[in-house]
C-alpha cells in the first residue's frame, strides 16, 4: 500500500540553525501539506501546497518557513533559523484531489528538537 | 472558519465496555469530517470520514461514527473496547473546497483491564 514517507524520523538541532525536514508523498498525488503538534497540543496546519506554490498558509508559517518541492517526489519544509518554540513533530500529508475522496494521508512525522 | 471541539482530554473505559468519544464541529458550508487515530510514537493514521450520503459511517477496527447535522457532532464508537484502542484520537474537519484540516484538541483513550 502506497505510504507517505518522511525523513529523518528525529532531528536534533541547536537554535539558530537550519533544518530540512523531507517527505515522499504518495506518487500520484497533487495535494502537499505540513502541520506541526507541539508536545501535548493539537496538531496544526502550517501550509498547503499545490501546483507548484503555496495556495494555503496560517499565520504560523512565517518568513522562517519555506517549502518546496526540488524534483516532482520529494516535499520539504525549511526552517531557516530554529527556536527553542519550533520544536514540535512535524507531519507531511498528500491527497490525490479536493472532494471526492478527500482523505490526507499522513507520514510518520519528523520529531524536531531544538536545544 | 471551521473549527472542532472534543470533549474530554482523556478517556478511561474498561476492555470490553463501550468506547464514546465526543466530536463537535463548526462549519458555515457542508463539512466533511473524519477520525484519526495516533499510536504512541507514530503518525496519523485514517479511522473513517464523512463526506456526503449515508450519516452513519463504519471505519476500520470496529470504529463508527453518526453524522449529526442538528447536534453538528461527528462522535466516535465503538461497541466492545480492545486493549489496542488505546490511542490518541483526533476530530477533523474540512469541506469541499477547503485545502486543510482543522483538528480538535485530541483524546487518549486508555483501556483498563
Known amino acids: 500500500e502506497p505510504e507517505v514517507t518522511q525523513t529523518p524520523s528525529h532531528q536534533v538541532t541547536q537554535m539558530g540553525q537550519e533544518v530540512i525536514l523531507r517527505c515522499v508523498p504518495i506518487s500520484n498525488h497533487l495535494y502537499f501539506y505540513w502541520y506541526r503538534q507541539i508536545l501535548g497540543q493539537k496538531v496544526e496546519f502550517l501550509v498547503s501546497?499545490?501546483?507548484?506554490?503555496?495556495?494555503?498558509k496560517s499565520e504560523i508559517f512565517d518568513d522562517q518557513f519555506s517549502v518546496e518541492r526540488p524534483d516532482g517526489s520529494n516535499f520539504t519544509l525549511k526552517i531557516r533559523s530554529t527556536k527553542l518554540e519550533d520544536s514540535a513533530m512535524y507531519f507531511c500529508a498528500s491527497r490525490r484531489r479536493t472532494g471526492g475522496n478527500p482523505e490526507a494521508f499522513f507520514g510518520q512525522g519528523t520529531r524536531l528538537t531544538v536545544v | 472558519a471551521q473549527s472542532v471541539t472534543q470533549l474530554g482530554s482523556h478517556v478511561s473505559v474498561s476492555e470490553g465496555a463501550l468506547v464514546l468519544l465526543r466530536c463537535n464541529y463548526s462549519s458555515s458550508v457542508p463539512p466533511y469530517l473524519f477520525w484519526y487515530v495516533q499510536y504512541p510514537n507514530q503518525g496519523l493514521q485514517l479511522l473513517l470520514k464523512y463526506t456526503t450520503g449515508a450519516t452513519l459511517v463504519k471505519g476500520i477496527n470496529g470504529f463508527e461514527a453518526e453524522f449529526k447535522k442538528s447536534e453538528t457532532s461527528f462522535h466516535l464508537t465503538k461497541p466492545s473496547a480492545h486493549m489496542s484502542d488505546a490511542a490518541e484520537y483526533f476530530c477533523?474537519?474540512?469541506?469541499?473546497?477547503?485545502?486543510?484540516?482543522?483538528f480538535g484538541q485530541g483524546t487518549r483513550l486508555t483501556i483498563n483491564p
Open positions: 477533523a474537519v474540512s469541506d469541499e473546497g477547503a485545502q486543510k484540516l482543522v
Open positions: 501546497f499545490y501546483n507548484n506554490e503555496i495556495s494555503e
